[in-house]
């Protein structure tokens, strides 16, 4: 047997979708034990083998398998390796553009936890800052943290001071516990005019763009903005009192007006005046969105216009204490004569049917992405479309439990490869082209379960389509096994 078809098969038969427990586990322990580990769906059996593992590189890389239940990795969240826990605080890589958050308890752990693991790499704090910025935590965590047991969480409840109800504010303040009553009290400042101010001079530049937009500002500080040009944080800061409003909504660049334009609290006057202004953006930004308005609205459509290849993190609404857009206001949104608001109804998992049904017609293109790529139930038919049309798109379709598998036999003779391969793995294709010109085509089609035990064995033989073939769900268990002996394993 030639070398060159070993580790071909090692990696096929890991990825065989029809390879049995046993066969897995044997893999766990060789060259590709740690991708298998990491990049597909895995029995119970496996999934145990690799949480007791011995080597840390076996269970790091469970825990950032995107496929495994998340509850499954819950022994992950204290493993005496810190590296574990920071990869599981981590998630998947490549990070997907939806995550999948973790269950309230790894995140309490997580969250909670006194030291880094025995390996002293990381320190706690640096694995907690990895779960943060991971997108795995869910409002609905962020939410409960007030409420929490544990005073750790209690204390990371004041660091979103705004999202907090006056109830759970009052509450913190009132913690029977010092140490998050102190951290409350210093929380405040953020809602303090006085605070803002006498802060605002050691934060840095970044963050002072959002003071500005987000704080309760001083009318010093609001004058200083003014003359200094740095008045844009205050256009979507719904603290700026409402003189200042008034003056924004009056400035001389167009884009600043429009941007008022969209605020959900303009006096009347304001309104009538935006109306009429003489650039045509600043009045369709406030045709776009009739009064009355909310800011949870503002935001929904703040979250759209990126143009038709975005591939920003699609992430859940933080409306803090504003009530989310009702779902009367998104079917409004969904036959509105304005392309940008049926982009927002477009992102909201809880439109009917027939909305969706009509979404996936509309004339607007982007319309149309947003859809597939936002909500659960979009048709498969219109997750293909996009996947062929635009590429940028393909590796978060790919990922949908609804992007189609089947009936792509008309798209074999595109002439992109990454479609080509799509429609080689069909089922129903009745010649897979293993002979195609582009690597990536030919493994695919070895892979197709359409081909013979027979076929089968000349795949294998042959270095450009033995992985593809060992990954064939067709190929029998026994020639699994049978194939595996003729890999010496190597342990990681």
Known sequence: MSDSLREPWLRGLAFNPAAPSDLLIRLVDSAVGPSMCEGRELPDAVTDAALGHP???????LARNRHVDPARLAPLAKDPSGIVRWWLAGGPLPR???VRPLPDG???????AEDGGEDRMLTASEIKAQLESSRQIPQSFYRSMAGREHPELRIRATWRWQSLTPVERAGLLDDPDPAVREAAREAGWVLDPERVEAELPSIGSLSREHVLGTCALSPALVERCFADGTVEPLTRNPHTPAPAVARLARHPEPGIRAKVAARPDLAPELVAELGQDPDAYVRM????????RTWGEYGAIRLVGHGPDCVCPIIEP???????????????CAVSEEPVLRRVAATWPGLPAELVEALARDEDEEVRIRLACHHPPAPPHLLLDVFVTRPAHRPHLLTLPAFPRTGLTHLIGH?????RALAAA?????DPPVDDPDASVSRAAAANPNLSPQALETLLADPRTA???????????SRMHALLDRCPTTVV
Do not use: C, Y
């Not at 790894?106 to 909670?112: E, K, R």
């Not at 406030?286 to 009064?291: I, Q, S």
């Not at 933080?318 to 409004?332: H, L, N």
């Not at 992985?467 to 268990?477: I, K, T």
């Open 467 to 477: 992985e593809g073939a060992a990954a064939n769900p067709s190929l029998p268990v």
């Open 318 to 332: 933080d409306t803090g204490p504003d009530v989310e857009p009702s779902a009367d206001w998104f079917a409004a």
């Open 106 to 112: 790894i995140i309490a752990t997580l969250l909670t």
């Open 96 to 98: 997907p553009r939806r």
């Open 415 to 419: 002439p992109d490869p990454q479609v």
């Open 285 to 292: 930004r406030m045709r776009l969105h009739p009064f009355p």
């Open 55 to 61: 080597d840390k590189g076996i269970r790091r890389a």
């Open 426 to 430: 069909d089922p129903a294709l009745p």
